[in-house]
């Protein structure tokens, strides 16, 4: 599994919006300057995640995104299916674009990707933004 541009600008784009804290507004400027991201692309790739209902936006000043859940309900799974899809090796043991292959039944990988997609779904949706905030700010301060 490789994650798309768009999907590491949206992971961290939304870590900046939940490190502002919860109800905060936090503006495209200031994400797109803070994450080094281009603000054209960056619009679009948030709108993607408000149109998923992840995020809220309110205009004029003092607006911007917020998550519209608590950061700690948040997993880094939820976000990366929602920009880049499936997170199987392969379609033929993909939970949400399964695809049948011509050898499915006698496939000796099957059972070993099937494995791999359990062991990548696990890691990420046992993370969530609220982890992702800690270990950032961890990363801050040892710095």
């Known amino acids: 599994m490789k994650l798309s541009r768009k999907c590491d600008y949206a992971l961290r784009a939304i870590v900046e919006i ?38 809220s936006s309110k205009t004029g000043p003092g607006g911007g995104y917020r998550l519209r859940q608590p950061a700690s309900e948040v997993t ?41 997609r359990d062991a990548i779904a696990g890691i990420l949706d046992g993370l969530t933004l609220e982890d992702a905030c800690t270990r950032t700010r961890g990363r801050r301060r040892a710095s």
């Open 76 to 116: 880094l799974l939820e976000i990366i299916r929602i920009v880049d899809g499936p997170v199987a090796p392969v379609r033929c043991v993909s939970m949400t674009a399964y695809e049948r292959c011509s050898c499915e039944e006698d496939c000796s990988l099957r059972p070993i990707m099937s494995e791999v």
């Open 18 to 55: 939940a490190q502002a804290g919860e109800g905060e507004y936090t503006n495209i400027a200031h994400i797109a300057e803070k994450c080094s991201l281009p603000a054209p692309y960056l619009e679009q790739v948030l709108l993607q995640l408000k149109k998923a209902g992840v995020l």
